[in-house]
């Protein structure tokens, strides 16, 4: 038997073979999209909370991340109904990414605790700020809680 320490190995593999069972409704490109997006910015989301916040439950990244992974397949993937996966890719990448962000910001920051809101919430608006229409919009009373 082998062991592999759990902070050696990280939350990377989970992801790969997650969606690896949705590559063949989704358009390579679709999936290597949605794949990036994981690559892009859980690893900074997951550091920032460890660092910069408070949990009401301690929790470990992995955790976090099978979070992620679930309400992406209940929203994107649900056994009835879920995205029109022949869409035109522009349209479709947007649903993705903002099904996205609502999931990991639920994943990533749903379990800290009421002081550590607002700063996850700036961060969380600066760290996909370069999603275009998918971003989460700013303004008087658009608090992401």
Known sequence: MVYI???ELKWMPFVKTWIKQ???RLKPETFEF???MFE???ENGLVFVTKKCEQGINQVDISKVVT???LLEALIFPARGGLDFNLEQVKLHMLV???FVFSYLWAIGGNLTENYWDPFDTFVRSQFDDLGEAKVSEGEGNCLW
């Open 22 to 24: 949705y590559e063949k």
């Open 40 to 42: 892009k910015y859980v």
């Open 5 to 7: 320490d759990a902070e």
């Open 34 to 36: 949605l794949l990036s």
């Open 68 to 70: 992620l992974c679930r």
């Open 97 to 99: 990414a903002q099904t």
